[in-house]
T-cell receptor, first 113, second 111 residues
Framework: AQSVTQLDSQVPVFEEAPVELRCNYS??????LFWYVQYPNQGLQLLLK??????LVKGINGFEAEFNKSQTSFHLRKPSVHISDTAEYFC???????????FGTGTRLTVIP | DGGITQSPKYLFRKEGQNVTLSCEQN?????MYWYRQDPGQGLRLIYY???????QKGDIAEGYSVSREKKESFPLTVTSAQKNPTAFYLC??????????FGQGTRLTVV
């Protein structure tokens, strides 16, 4: 089975500063990795995904993430955040042959003006 | 436009009542999922279905039931056996687990 750990439940950051949201996973098989964003009272929207190939993945809204197999991590980064980035962010993992996604507990990003 | 539609957006239930949450997709996805979201607990899987007329329990299936009579539809019934049903419910669909697409959610409140 797979599992995901998001170490930071809340991350406050000033506008235009860089941010990193951490995600570590555990799995005994090859994985797919995802980051989703959720705005209040809405569903989840895919930010980016790693299926194979380049370990640096670029997504929407200027976000990117790097797959590090040796450290079993998939941290999300943005060089300069905006007020509109305030939301909850979820990391998710699935086995490449699996039928289910496993989600972390989420990180609430608050951008301070 | 293709997507997933959940209805209603807000739902109120009296103690002891069963309620059914609707989820419809027109993405032609085989797999559909129901998640429950509570503050600080992330998403927990209730049920999932990989194919019509087949579904499996997730981590917190007790007090819930589902059906999958059509590829497009995967309704969730919250029964009176679910002791703490107040939560935000999310439906999703995917082509296997390569990427999940989510509906806008239903907020259920017990009154």
């Amino acid at each position: 089975a797979q599992s995901v750990t998001q170490l930071d439940s809340q991350v406050p950051v000033f506008e235009e500063a860089p941010v990193e949201l951490r995600c570590n996973y555990s799995s005994s098989v090859s994985v797919y990795l995802f980051w989703y964003v959720q705005y209040p009272n809405q569903g989840l929207q895919l930010l980016l995904k790693y299926l194979s190939g380049s370990t640096l993945v670029k997504g929407i809204n200027g976000f990117e993430a790097e797959f590090n197999k040796s450290q079993t991590s998939f941290h999300l980064r943005k060089p300069s955040v905006h007020i509109s980035d305030t939301a909850e962010y979820f990391c998710a993992v699935s086995g490449t042959g699996a039928n289910n996604l496993f989600f972390g507990t989420g990180t609430r990003l608050t951008v301070i003006p | 436009d293709g997507g997933i539609t959940q209805s209603p957006k807000y739902l109120f239930r009296k103690e002891g009542q069963n309620v059914t949450l609707s989820c419809e997709q027109n993405l032609n996805h085989d797999a559909m999922y129901w998640y429950r979201q509570d503050p600080g607990q992330g998403l927990r899987l209730i049920y999932y279905s990989q194919i019509v007329n087949d579904f499996q329990k997730g981590d917190i299936a007790e007090g819930y039931s589902v059906s999958r009579e059509k590829k497009e539809s995967f309704p969730l019934t919250v029964t009176s056996a679910q002791k703490n049903p107040t939560a935000f419910y999310l439906c999703a669909s995917s082509i296997r687990a390569a990427e999940a697409f989510f509906g806008q959610g239903t907020r259920l409140t017990v009154v």
